[in-house]
């Protein structure tokens, strides 16, 4: 079996305990924990017919008093960097860590998730500033935690991508 560490990084807010709950336990609760450095899932699924445990950690989210500490993500496999699609400044805060993932530990793969895609109508990130990201090789899903929109395939596409 492969055990392979999956970091959740992004503002306060955006959903990335919302999702892991969505991913391993198949839950939505509407109501906000704020998460005090990190909390640790585990979920076992197949790739290609072998069995990978991804060891998800789940990173307190980055405001202006705080950063993520890209510590954290030392032995990480990729990470996702979720955005919440009806605060466009969580976009500037994930492209922040991003940069800072990649000039402190190197290029890891990532998939950056725009959550809350059951709120589509209330989303305040340009398309445009999408459509640069994908132009610059971000790959880019929509998901919603509360719907389980996208959760699934998002966890098992990076999966694939770091098992190799």
Known sequence: MLQKKICMVGAFGVGKTSLVRRYVDSIFSDSYLTTVGVKIDKKTLTVDARTVSLILWDIAGEDKASTVRTSYLRGAAGYFLVVDGTRSQTMDVAQAIQGRVAAEIGELPFILLLNKNDLR?????????????ESAGWTIRLT??????GVELAFQELAERIAG
């Open 144 to 149: 919603s935690a509360k719907s389980g929109e």
């Open 121 to 133: 109508e209330q989303w305040t990130i340009p398309d445009d500033c999408i459509s640069t990201l």
